[in-house]
């Protein structure tokens, strides 16, 4: 297979709600892309790094999904599961659970809580920014909620969807 996307993924949708501790993005969703990348490759990592690249989602690292909530007010994030299965949860502990296996894609807004629950197998996941964002680190806090959910509100949209580019399902779900 080459580093084009599959046609026969699929998209699922959450809308999470701020939490008294996590700001979660007050109007975008996040997006799950199922089966980006259903058949096997060589190099999964390496063909999720191209496709995030080519769509100004530079891959900025190779590793896991931390097992503490935290989440980013300057950037929004895109994560490739290239090896094993990740359950996580999305939102806080009021948010959602779901599990990604390899091949799959997450795309969340700025502020979009997630922690690591469980794996199975070796995990890797590829993590990306649109261009021109920088990812910050921030831990749930009641004190600085909205000062954070004030930031995160600033976060452009970004120019390309991760996976599809000019014209994907990012543009119809953030707007």
């Not at 790094?49 to 929004?76: D, K, M, Q, S």
């Not at 299965?85 to 939102?91: L, Y």
Request: charge should be positive; proline fraction near 7%; glycine fraction near 10%.
């Amino acid at each position: 297979m080459t580093d084009r996307a599959s046609n026969a993924n699929s998209l699922i949708t959450h809308r999470l709600k701020p939490g008294a501790d996590i700001p979660n993005h007050p109007r975008w969703p996040l997006l799950v892309y199922t089966g980006v990348f259903a058949e096997p490759t060589a190099d999964l990592a390496a063909t999720f790094e191209a496709l995030f690249t080519r769509n100004h989602w530079p891959a900025a690292w190779r590793n896991g999904i931390y097992a503490f909530h935290h989440f980013h007010c300057h950037a929004h994030e895109a994560l490739g599961v290239y090896s094993g299965e990740v359950t996580a949860q999305f939102g806080g502990e009021d948010g959602v659970t779901i599990t990604a296996r390899a091949g799959d894609v997450i795309v969340l807004p700025a502020g979009t809580a997630h922690k690591r629950l469980s794996t199975r197998g070796a995990l890797g996941i590829v993590g990306a920014y649109p261009a021109g964002q920088h990812p910050d680190m921030c831990r749930p806090s009641a004190a600085t909620v909205q000062q954070r959910a004030v930031a995160l509100a600033r976060v452009a949209l970004p120019l390309r969807d991760p996976v599809y580019g000019g014209e994907g399902p990012l543009f119809v779900h953030w707007r």
